[in-house]
């Protein structure tokens, strides 16, 4: 496998939003479509990984030869996004791996980056998540104007949004 560095040119970094959260079952198959045509119709570009390919969809031939191709588009699109909407609900170990790797990130390369958590399951974090995030939306209703503010040149207000961090898992 290939090194990845953690040091990356600021200059690659563009107003996108990078969806995290599973889509492995129908209810988070849909929370994440709704995340989608939100964020389509309100005009934000975004990059949501079930684009590349959903791999239970796949034969094991298919994910034999994908794999390799959809983690480094994954990661490709997390080093050149400003903004993750993660989905933590069903606690998803690819979505906590994408918000490590994120704020990992954002942290090396002193780039300003935004995290937000999202649940429809009313979920609160544990201490790592719950330090990493700005914000924490119980639903979807508050996400345009959050990452509105998020991919904004202005200043984020973190606290307007953390009131909905709920308490740790």
Known sequence: METLHWKIDPSIVKDQVYIAGPFFDTPQLEFVKEIEARLMAAGIKFFSPRSTGVLIEMTPEEKKTSLAEIYGQ????????????????????????????FTALAHANKIPRRLISITQKDHGMNVMLRQSVCAHLRGANNLIDCVLEALGSGPFYSDRWMDERGETW
């Open 74 to 101: 994954n990661v490709w699109n997390m080093l050149t996004s400003s903004v993750m909407v993660a989905i933590i609900d069903d606690r998803d170990a690819g979505t906590i791996f994408e918000m490590g790797y």
